[in-house]
């Protein structure tokens, strides 16, 4: 059982470029998130997913898109990488939002230059 | 709006020497309060959800309190493998939209 699984775990972007983070879950989970972490500033949700289709924008959701084409995957797309992005990107999941803890994922290191 | 603090933001611990980690917190409506453990290059791994004021719940060394503003994290008698940062959060709707506290650094020397 591999839980949340995100690809890549380390990313080195000049400025102007784009990139996708991948996230997939095998834990049939229909709520889905991506956070930034940044030090000294704990977890931010930049946006979310709460079932197959649908995505929503969290607190910081400027710079980044998401797709949610399958239950398993979300995606998190990066279309002009800027040096403010750098930080570390974790995925999570929970099976019904609300008061259901959150399963994450060992997060994607990306730095901007 | 939303707000959760975690003090301190650094604790250093002699093997065995117990102490506790606070998060206060300040949200319309508890739908329940979350303790993470992170450990470095990894992801936060669940340990906790407290849904009442009066409520605890334990895991080996570890034990964590609810009251009506604030949550405690006690480590008792810590060993070095404690060591790791722990996460407070607090949902701020149904959607499961979590807020997190900065994060307490738990250091737990030999």
């Known amino acids: 059982n591999a839980g949340v699984t995100q690809t890549p775990k380390f990313r080195v972007l000049k400025t102007g470029q784009s990139m996708t983070l991948l996230c997939a879950q095998d834990m049939n989970h229909e709520y889905m998130y991506w956070y930034r972490q940044d030090p000294g500033m704990g977890l931010r949700l930049i946006h979310y997913?709460?079932?197959?289709?649908?995505?929503a924008k969290g607190e910081v959701p400027d710079g980044y898109n998401v797709s949610r084409l399958k239950k398993q995957n979300f995606l998190l797309g990066l279309e002009s990488a800027a040096p403010s992005q750098t930080s570390v990107y974790f995925c999570?999941?929970?099976?019904?939002?609300?008061?259901?803890?959150?399963?994450f994922g060992n997060g994607t290191r990306l730095t901007v230059t | 709006e939303d707000q959760v603090t975690q003090s301190p933001e650094a604790l250093r611990l002699q093997e065995g020497e117990s102490s506790s980690l606070n998060c206060s917190y300040t949200v319309s409506g508890l739908r329940g309060l979350f303790w993470y453990r992170q450990d470095p290059g990894k992801g936060p791994e669940f340990l906790f959800t407290l849904y009442s004021a009066g409520e605890e719940k334990e895991k080996e060394r570890l034990k964590a309190t609810l009251t009506k503003k604030e949550s405690f994290l006690h480590i008792t008698a810590p060993k070095p493998e404690d060591s790791a940062t722990y996460l407070c959060?607090?949902?701020?709707?149904?959607?499961?939209?979590?807020?997190f506290g900065a994060g307490t650094q738990v250091v737990v020397t030999p």
């Open positions: 997913s709460v079932g197959e289709g649908t995505t």
């Open positions: 959060a607090v949902p701020t709707d149904s959607w499961g939209k979590l807020q």
């Open positions: 999570a999941s929970s099976y019904s939002g609300g008061a259901d803890p959150l399963h």
